[in-house]
């Protein structure tokens, strides 16, 4: 542990006699290191790992038939089609030929796509005959396009949890939604650039 110096005989004062050398101490530290490997293994054994977090998904029934599943009511379908640079196009029931009903969102702010949600939900609210369920109808669609990236995708997702919409579909967008995307990012990056 601790050492002490202290040759040198007997104590002798007065005059003319020489003062000994003042000796430091040493401290052995060697059972510090093993109290301090001790603690480091008992703090490690001891604390909870992080749980990761994920995004409850609500999956749909296994006993329904497949003819069941599928279905859904136009007047209660809202799709939501993603395009580049953080752009959101929306249309409810099914898209119009000459793409009337085809209409922009945006994540925050003025016309946000979440406003779009919640006005859909209390729509099919309304109409619904259903005490017990009245969002039975509601079905939200969302379809990415290539150039969508995935903070996109999973900013929709977390709508779908903050808005309690619990019937969603992850679905491939087909070739003339993907077309009328792009067109429609081309046309809001040129009025941006004017």
Excluded: W
Excluded at 31 to 39: A, E, N
Excluded at 149 to 169: G, S, T
Excluded at 172 to 190: C, N, P, R, W
């Amino acid at each position: 542990m601790a050492e002490l110096d202290t040759s040198g005989g007997g104590h002798k004062k007065g005059p003319g006699v020489k003062k000994g050398k003042k000796l430091s101490t040493r401290v052995d530290l060697t059972p510090m290191v093993d109290l301090g490997f001790l603690l480091i293994t008992f703090f490690i054994f001891t604390t909870t790992m992080s749980q990761p977090t994920a995004l409850k998904l609500f999956l749909p029934d296994d006993k329904v038939t497949e003819e069941d599943q599928n279905k859904a009511k136009e007047s209660g379908v809202l799709t939501i089609l993603m395009g580049a640079d953080n752009h959101i196009y929306y249309y409810e029931g099914q898209l119009k030929s000459d793409g009337s009903n085809f209409l922009s969102a945006s994540f925050n702010g003025e016309n946000s796509i979440r406003d779009v949600i919640l006005k859909k939900k209390a729509d099919v609210r309304s109409r619904s005959r259903d005490a017990e369920n009245p969002y039975k109808d509601f079905v939200v669609v969302i379809k990415p396009s290539v150039d969508c990236n995935y903070k996109n995708v999973i900013d929709i997702l977390d709508e779908m949890a903050i808005n309690v919409v619990k019937k969603y579909a992850l679905v491939d967008i087909s070739d003339g939604e993907a077309q009328l995307v792009k067109i429609s990012d081309a046309s809001s990056q040129t009025s941006a650039s004017n």
